[in-house]
């Protein structure tokens, strides 16, 4: 029987649930598999060879799959990682960044956007040189926000903690003219309510999951690779962490969407 080959998502932790969720919303017919390293998340703290290190582990694990395609759907990877694992495999690699800077470029109206990830993302300039080698004279604000994705790896998306932790982040942030905030790091969409209500509500914020699944779309278009049949697919979520955790918050952010397959907790470990 004909099985179709998987998109591979892999990710820090559970942000790439963001990206997965738009590319089963926009590409129903795909089969996802998808890996999210909480045991060793976050990456934002870490050095860029120790990232890549882990990012080449992942994808050894994932090629046992024979996916089609490569979603590095983790903005610190994307930043540090995504040349080195485009030079290592045979299949399109996709990352996060650009997409993002694209959508947001394509949202301002002001020309001053904000950016908002892990240290490993800010401290890299990736969203900054992607922007501007877009728009060259765009105002780019940059903060890192390191407390923010242990929050939504624990669940904990909305409390007085979150809040709290998340104003003293960004608050400051409104003194800018900025009309648009991309949410650099696939964690911060589960926040999103409570970063808009601490950022206020005429800034625009831009996740980078809905750009990103339109060009995995259109790369899987052009080279003819598209998923065929009506049949749904069945996609596959592991982790290297609690699989307890990560099941919660996934069945959570994804809903009726997917069918959880015991046998794939059970993941070597890795590094």
Known sequence: MFVQQPIAILDSGVGGLTVAREVMRQL?????????????????????????????????????????????????????????????????????IKPGARAAIGRTLTGCIGVIGTEGTINSGAYENALREISPHVHV????????????????????????????????????????????????????????????????????????AREVSDILHVKGNLARGDELPVHQFSCSGDPLIFKSITQQWLGEQIEMIPVVWQVPQIG
């Open 28 to 96: 129903p017919r795909e089969r996802i598999v998808y890996f999210g390293d909480t045991a060793r998340a976050p990456y934002g703290p870490r050095d860029p060879e120790e990232v890549t290190k882990f990012t080449r582990e992942i994808v050894d694990y994932l090629t046992q799959f024979r996916p089609k395609m490569i979603v590095i759907a983790c903005n610190t990877a994307t930043a540090f990682a995504l040349e080195d694992i485009r030079a290592r495999v045979n299949i399109p690699v996709v990352g996060v």
């Open 141 to 212: 604000i940059s903060e890192a926000c390191p407390l923010f994705v242990p929050l939504v790896e624990k669940g904990n998306f909305r409390s007085f903690e979150t809040y709290e932790t998340i104003r003293l982040s960004i608050g400051h942030l409104r003194q800018y003219p900025m009309d648009s905030l991309i949410l650099g790091c696939t964690h911060y969409p589960f926040l999103a309510d409570v970063i808009q209500e601490v950022i206020g509500p005429s800034i625009n914020l831009i996740s980078s999951a809905d750009e990103t």
